[in-house]
């Protein structure tokens, strides 16, 4: 047997493939199989003249998603996806599947969740699958390379490391445990121990949003490194980001292309250093008057887009009536496409009045909400770093600023193009007065939080860390607009199954 993303190398030779069909066209002496193994899609063109009777009909009986042994010739093809097709010999039905539900039609996204199972087969699933897959692979190869231990903390805490409001709560023998929302607590704890370790594991988060960046089921990576300030955390997050994206853009070229994946910013990520701003700083730049101007400017060009394409969408549709064939094909495409595009455009243009007033009303002091990091992320190319956050709106181990006490030594890291935050991270308060102070501010139980207080008491170091969200980091290296196709079973609001 031999896998499709090896075909090149077998050129000329005869191979046997096992897989599924993707998609089927008929003509009179031929079929064409797009066959797709797990590994890639290839096309095999069975003739009429090249195998017996029997076969040539059963290529032709063959409905979506039935299962297959085929042999043939592998013939080199530049036209091709992967450069090369099969020149089919023989070929056995595994099983024929039934009407798959999942046609290249347009279908919705609910009717496609509802049969994640199956969609994960398509094509653009399958691609961010595997873009996700290297870039848990070179976030392994990253911290391993850097001298790092992968370490893992439990599941079940006692205790909240991010807040109370969004814990899941579940029984452990008559005991209350929460599903953990972050490693980090226990990543101190083993930072003692071996000096620069990372978790990489999964964390809940009971988030009641319905939001494009939201699971309630996600994997994070969370490095904690002994003897590392705020700067060297902050260094270390941009290498390990320039270390993923150049990681997929070397591996992962054909994934990103069936993503269609604009790679500008990406290849910017690994070339450019990051923007760094303060807090401070980017509260001014939110209210700046370019900032004002930027999305006057947005939205002017999006209702000129906008008239420009439905002139289009009007000619195209005037046009199909007394088309040939072929360019009714190439006209209902095309107006599948406008309409996709206008459906953007049309949310962009709801979106901009409400972003315009949360930029201007932004007070000094509060939480960065999705709009606002979205707006900042789009005036510069590279992802951007804010350090120095008030610390009332920050976790309560983060150490202040010594130059100013109402700041913390905490970094986020926003991904360009408007994705916003991937990373959070700080300092910690290594300091056990100051710790056990913040607890008592943040009214959480100090016997729970013994044993963290015990880190500061027995050989408190100074010492960093941040959390890598894996979901969004795909979600922006792949260009997808929602977090739901970047896991293989996303757990949100409302979604527990499949
Ligand atoms: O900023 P967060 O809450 O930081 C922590 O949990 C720290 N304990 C990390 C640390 O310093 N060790 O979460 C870190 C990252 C976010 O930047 C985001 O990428 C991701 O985790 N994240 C989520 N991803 C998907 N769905 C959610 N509900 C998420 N909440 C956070
Ligand atoms: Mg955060």
Known sequence: MTYINHLSDHQDEVVTLKGWIYNIRNSKALHFLEVRDGTGLCQCIVSEEDVPE??????????????????????????????????V?????????????????DHGVEFLMENRHLWLRSQRQWAAMQV???????????????????????????????????LFETDYFDEKAYLTQSGQLYGEAMAMAHGK???????????????RRHLTEFWMIEPEMAFYDLDMNMALAEKMLKY?????????????EI??????????A??????????????????????????????NDRNEELKTIQNELDEIKKEHGSAKKWRKNQIDQRIKEIHSRVDQIEEDLRNIPVWMESAKNFEWGNDFGGSDETILTMQFDTPVMIHRYPAEVKAFYMKRDPENSKLALAVDVLAPEGYGE???????????????????????????????????????VPHSGYGLGLERTVAWICGLSHVRETIPFPRMLGRLRP
């Not at 370790?197 to 939001?211: D, L, M, Q, V």
């Open 54 to 87: 029997d076969v040539f009909e059963a290529a032709g009986s063959l409905k979506q998603e039935s299962s297959l042994e085929i042999s043939g010739k592998v013939v080199k093809d530049d036209r091709s996806i992967g450069g090369v097709e099969l020149h």
């Open 89 to 105: 010999t023989d070929l056995k039905i595994i099983q024929v599947a039934e009407n798959y539900p999942i046609t290249p039609k």
């Open 132 to 166: 996700r897959n290297t870039i848990q692979y070179a976030i392994h190869t990253f911290f391993q390379k850097e001298g790092f231990v992968q370490m893992d903390a439990p599941i079940f805490t006692g205790n909240a490391a991010e807040g109370t409001t969004t």
């Open 197 to 211: 370790i990372y978790t990489f594991g999964p964390t809940f988060r009971a988030e009641k949003s319905k939001t």
């Open 244 to 256: 993923i994206v150049k990681t997929v853009l070397e591996e992962k070229k054909s994934e990103l």
């Open 259 to 268: 993503l269609e994946r604009d790679t500008n910013y990406l290849e910017k």
């Open 270 to 299: 690994v070339s450019e250093p990051f923007v760094r701003i303060s807090y401070t700083e980017a509260v001014d730049q939110l209210k700046s008057e370019k900032t004002a101007s930027m999305l006057q400017e947005m939205e």
């Open 422 to 460: 991937i990373i959070g991270g700080s300092q910690r308060e290594d300091e056990l007065s100051e710790l056990q102070k913040r607890i008592a501010e943040h009214d959480l139980p100090e016997d729970i939080f013994s044993w963290f207080l015990d880190l500061r008491r027995f050989g408190s």
